[in-house]
T-cell receptor, first 112, second 111 residues
């Protein structure tokens, strides 16, 4: 499968714990995006990378959230001190310099 | 990021053609229009992208009038498996993943 891969698909964590998600984009895509989606809503843009540089962060990305793409390939999204309001689907997408973005299957986070 | 407006929901029957219209009054000169389909618990799936006039691929057609302030996704002969949420986005083709998703249109196809 050469699509965007996200791991894990599901994560249940207790409030206050830290969680980390991984995204492996399509190999030749230099742009990588993170979105968050809550039930019944469309995805909300969080941040994006061009190669290893994080070029933009949404105001939705609080101080407890951090994203990295250390070698311009895979990316991680970490949430520290999780809160119940963090429960959502976290989506990763990648795109080439020009052209459409392709999304992964997402990581479903449940904070209990 | 340009805002888009779509109907919240639509119903159709198997075999019919479905047209979903999206308004994007603030579209910028360099923005492209992209449509995605999303099934529950899955990521959005690219359907079609266009800049102006008409674009057609194996699953859909996209009609864009000259002023580009709206677009219409046309799904020919829908089946039950086309029941999904459809999102219209506008974004730079050089930064296609940085988009504003609205709440989409929930299409329900009935037998």
């Amino acid at each position: 499968d050469t699509g965007v891969s996200q791991d894990p698909r599901h994560k249940i964590t207790k409030r206050g714990q830290n969680v980390t998600f991984r995204c492996d984009p399509i190999s030749e895509h230099n742009r990588l995006y993170w979105y968050r989606q809550t039930l019944g809503q469309g995805p909300e843009f969080l941040t994006y990378f061009q190669n290893e540089a994080q070029l933009e962060k949404s105001r939705l990305l609080s101080d407890r959230f951090s994203a990295e793409r250390p070698k311009g390939s895979f990316s991680t999204l970490e949430i520290q001190r999780t809160e119940q309001g963090d429960s959502a689907m976290y989506l990763c997408a990648s795109s080439p310099n020009t052209g459409e973005a392709f999304f992964g299957q997402g990581t479903r986070l449940t904070v209990v | 990021l340009a805002k888009t407006t779509q109907p919240i929901s639509m119903d159709s029957y198997e075999g019919q053609e479905v047209n979903i219209t999206c308004s994007h009054n603030n579209i910028a000169t360099n923005d492209y229009i992209t449509w995605y389909q999303q099934f529950p618990s899955q990521g959005p799936r690219f359907i079609i992208q266009g800049y102006k006039t008409k674009v057609t691929n194996e699953v859909a057609s996209l009609f864009i009038p000259a002023d580009r302030k709206s677009s219409t996704l046309s799904l020919p002969r829908v089946s039950l498996s086309d029941t999904a949420v459809y999102y219209c986005l506008v974004a730079l083709r050089t930064n296609a993943g940085k988009s504003t998703f609205g709440d989409g249109t929930t299409l329900t196809v009935k037998p």
